[in-house]
């Protein structure tokens, strides 16, 4: 079976990186879901633009992940991609950093993946097909000054990734994280311009990613052409970390 008319979610998925991703698995031909926190004009003009229908949850709250999935599985039919986009940063260094600094990071970035997959991983397993690709990033994997929160959160997505993959495999679930470098989306441009230029002459090839450089391999990875890569870590990062 092709990927024509599969069901795709992508959390986060009205701007940024995450409606890149839209729109390459509209490209392929899925049905796509975009999630966001909430549904504003912008979020539905995305929709009218992209094909992609559009839904408002916390992702950070596990009922309301519940609810919010159940409606996409009412409109469109079971969830067979999911794709974990959503993030957040509160950029501060440890010695200022606040218990709500740690914990609203924590709960989207990581707590998500527990709030998504769990409601979506019965599914896939009795179907016996699930694509679920997670957003990690590149400073996940080596680490960054002002984002312990963040940094932990984004390393642990690679650990929930390999185990939950391990867990997949013999139901035929693929289960594969993303770790993209500086993008140019409205999370980088909220960090200074000093420290942005002092991190890109770091980059080998000297730029930003644009998003549908990251978003054309998170479609990779959601296809049925990726079914013997699973566990695995993908980065997509100008050469800034290599591994
Ligand atoms: N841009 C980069 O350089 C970069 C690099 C590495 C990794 N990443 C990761 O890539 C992903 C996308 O980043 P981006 O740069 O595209 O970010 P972005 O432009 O800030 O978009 C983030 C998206 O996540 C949604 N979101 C945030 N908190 C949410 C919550 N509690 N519940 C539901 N949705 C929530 C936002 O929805 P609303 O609009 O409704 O708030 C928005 O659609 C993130 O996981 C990020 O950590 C980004």
Redesign the pocket.
Known sequence: MSDQGRVALV????????AATVRALAARGFAVAA????VRDEAQAFADESGARVYG????DFDACGEGIAAVERDLGPVDVLVN????TRDVMLHKMSRADWDAVVD??LGSMFNMCRHVIGGMRQRGYGRIVN?S??NGQRGQAGQTNYCAAKAGVLGFTRALAREGAGKGITVNAVA????D????AAVPDDILQRILAQVPLGRLGEPWEIARCVAFLASEDAGFITGATLAVNGGFYMT
């Not at 999630?35 to 909430?38: A, D, E, F, K, V």
């Not at 993209?180 to 993008?183: D, N, Q, V």
């Open positions: 959390t986060g998925g009205v701007q940024g990186l995450g999630g966001c926190r909430t949850w916390d992702v950070a986009n959503a993030g957040v989207v970035d957003i990033s590149v993209p470098g500086f993008s989306t409205r999370m980088v």
